[in-house]
């Protein structure tokens, strides 16, 4: 991949990724990097056409860096963010202290004089920060404050050089986005370079220069969601039937499973092979009631089927795999990159990966067709590809499937309870036309029984618990408030319709301090 004209450079501050988001959404791409990354491009004499450093945890005051190399040029625009800015006026000149009570959350600032361009003279933006910038350095002017009187913005009154002490990526930042944009046009004179199509183009581009260099068969562990599904369509429209689609029914699946691969099989020109290994993860999850361990059973077990198939197509059809193909998106790649971030709190809770080991035993190389793109970018993109949109707004749903939503020990009967009362919530979203407004639903087993009565008679039966949540990455979720209709309904539903339930209660916690799914 080029050098983009546009670097953004990562700090570590957790909203890094939206900077890049959204300067991609104001039709601008760029290349996310790391510190050590950016300085190396420029000690090997390569440079942007615009640089960003972004916001960061530390202390300027402990970072013994030397960035010279960011300010050196003067035609070179640089915006600096939070820390950014603190860095660029350090360099400078300026002063930067150690606050005492620091600014979080929301804060209003406002221009000293005459407010930019058609901007509102104040605005309410997002602050996170308690150093801060006291002495500005002499050929930068103040241009905004905040209530507190602390510097907000600062630009160089030659220099292309413009930097904020807010966040404007944030959501709750106003004119944010107009602000990133006045960056980029006015002070950066950047030319538009990003939209659907150029993504289409170099998705198809990585696809095609990957697999030309060398040459082989591409298995991909296809699991229906849009990823698999939007990777698997691009590289189906360069590889064609060199890509053999692999979809795992291990048992924990939902009906809405089914039917969904029958029609991906009937309405795709994807050659997908359903392998039947129900039996196989049932036996290995006999008696297995801890969360981790049954994690670790089925990504193990996943791995095992594959190295199989693998073995299968060599020894009867001759056909080598030379990659695995895989849905990875670009968040995951920034934060296996960022050094800030690597082995973060988040990759201990739970073990996600699915096929994790399988490149490295089965001696595969990795095809990553959307590992530059953000969700709401591959799901343009599956809608470009023609793909429908039931496909490409389908909620995620866990490799270890209903395995982690019956808690406790996996056993045929909690699979149908899960598989019925799952069922009912997807028709009701969908009859209350819900399912496009919520970022992911289901049903999850409680190892509980409680008293009810049915008929005439007292039963001591199963509680269903329905989880739903708003999210944008997963990262952090919210509960929704659902209308009362629609709760009532699947309740009655459930309660009705599932035998073994009832009881069924609706979850309103947020991640954090709870995850998504229970398990
Ligand atoms: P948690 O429970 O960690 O879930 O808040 C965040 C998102 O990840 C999904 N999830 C998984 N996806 N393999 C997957 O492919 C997994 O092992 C896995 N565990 C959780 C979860 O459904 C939610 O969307």
């Known amino acids: 991949m080029k050098d983009r ?5 990562d700090f570590g501050s957790q909203y890094t990724q939206l900077i890049t988001r959204k300067t991609r959404e104001l039709g601008y791409s760029s290349d996310l990097i790391t510190v050590e990354e950016a300085l ?24 013994k860096n030397d960035y010279s190399l960011f300010f050196k040029n003067p035609h070179l625009p640089v915006l600096g963010i939070c820390y950014g800015m603190q860095l660029m006026a350090k360099y400078f000149g300026g ?7 620091g600014e979080y959350g929301r804060a209003k600032i406002s221009f000293c004089n005459e407010a930019l361009d058609h901007f509102p003279k104040s605005l309410n933006v997002w602050m996170s920060h308690s150093d801060h910038v006291t002495k500005v350095p002499g050929e930068f002017q103040i241009l905004m404050k905040s209530e507190n009187n602390l510097v907000a913005m600062i630009q160089h009154q030659k220099r292309p050089l413009l930097a904020f002490q807010f966040h404007p990526e944030v959501q709750h930042s106003e004119y944010g986005k107009e602000l990133l944009h006045y ?3 006015q002070v950066s004179k950047l030319k538009n370079d990003w939209d659907s199509t150029t993504m289409l183009q170099e998705a198809l581009e990585l696809v095609e220069r990957t697999c030309q260099e ?7 562990a296809f699991s229906g969601g849009v990823d698999s599904l939007v990777a698997a369509t691009l590289a189906d429209r360069v590889l064609k039937e060199k890509l053999h689609c692999f979809f795992v029914d291990h048992g924990l699946l939902r009906p809405q499973d089914a039917h969904h691969l029958e029609e991906l099989k009937k309405n795709t020109s994807l050659n997908i092979t359903i392998l039947n290994v129900r039996e196989l993860f049932l036996s290995k999850l006999k008696g297995v009631c801890d969360p981790e361990e049954k994690r670790k059973i089925i990504g193990r077990t996943f791995i095992e089927v594959f190295e199989e198939k693998v073995k299968e197509y060599q020894k009867n059809h001759n056909i080598y795999f030379k990659f695995l193909l895989q849905g990875t998106l670009y968040p995951d790649v920034i934060e296996s990159l960022s050094p800030h971030k690597q082995g973060g709190k988040s990759s201990t809770i739970k073990s996600h990966h699915n096929v994790g080991g399988l490149p490295e035993r089965m001696n595969l190389n990795l095809l990553e067709p959307l590992r530059y793109l953000f969700k709401d970018e591959v799901r343009n993109l599956g809608l470009l590809l023609n793909l429908k949109e039931s496909w490409v707004y389908r909620h995620p749903f866990p490799g270890p499937g209903l395995g982690i939503r019956q808690l406790g020990e996996v056993t045929p009967e909690g699979l149908r309870i899960l598989g019925e009362s799952d069922q009912i919530l997807f028709e009701e979203m969908n009859n209350f036309s819900l399912y496009r407004f919520i970022w992911q639903a289901f049903t999850v087993l409680l190892p509980v029984y409680t008293v009810g009565v049915k008929g005439d008679g007292r039963v001591y039966e199963r509680v269903i618990c329905l989880r739903l949540v708003n999210s944008s990455d997963g990262m952090t979720a919210e509960w929704p408030e659902m209308p009362q209709a629609f709760l009532a309904k699947t309740s009655s539903r459930i309660t009705n319709e599932v035998k073994g339930i009832t009881r069924v209660v609706y979850d309103i916690t947020n991640k954090p301090p709870g995850t998504i799914e229970w398990e």
């Open 40 to 63: 190396n491009r420029f000690s090997n004499r390569k440079s942007p056409q615009a640089l960003i450093l972004s916001g960061g945890p530390e202390s300027v005051f402990l970072d």
């Open 95 to 101: 002063v930067v202290e150690k606050g005492i009570q």
């Open 214 to 220: 060398n040459s082989g068969e591409v298995l991909c």
């Open 5 to 9: 004209s546009l670097w953004i450079v």
């Open 183 to 185: 960056f980029l046009v």
